[in-house]
């Protein structure tokens, strides 16, 4: 897949997709298995889960539950501004977004309350690159 590069052509591919399982944020100095995507950080490792891959009876810290919201276009990782974009449309609505990129797609992580908005205002933002 060739990846794109230039902001108005990425912003008119934005293509939003929902998943419809909660994630949660944990930090842990344990190994946890079946996750989403991992961070080691100083304090421990950072965590995302589906819900139910959260072990039973954990103590770890969480934080969630948010919804997965992949923006199915081929980001290249050198790309200028296709996030800011993303974000400041989000934050102009009060809608916090954690973000990860990787290899092809950018994934947000929004708080699961809002996530209808949050795809409302991604579909809102493609659309005003493509008239």
């Known amino acids: ?6 902001l108005t052509a990425l912003c008119k591919e934005i293509n939003p997709i929902l998943a419809h399982e ?5 930090s842990t100095h344990e190994i946890i298995e079946n996750v989403c995507a991992s961070f080691k ?9 589906k819900e139910e891959n959260i072990p039973s009876g954990s103590t770890f ?8 919201v992949t923006l199915s276009v081929y980001s290249d990782l050198t790309a200028v501004g296709f996030l800011a974009t993303i ?4 934050a102009q609505e009060h809608i916090s977004a954690n973000v ?3 290899y092809y797609h950018d994934y947000l992580f929004v708080p699961w309350n809002e996530r209808q908005h949050a795809m409302g205002i991604l ?3 493609q659309k005003s690159y493509n008239t």
């Open 1 to 6: 897949m060739k990846t794109i590069s230039e």
């Open 22 to 26: 909660k994630y949660y944020f944990v």
């Open 41 to 49: 950080e100083q304090e421990g490792t950072t965590y995302i889960l």
């Open 61 to 68: 810290k969480t934080s969630g539950p948010f919804a997965l």
């Open 87 to 90: 974000t400041k449309a989000l």
């Open 100 to 102: 990860i990129s990787a």
């Open 123 to 125: 579909i809102t933002l």
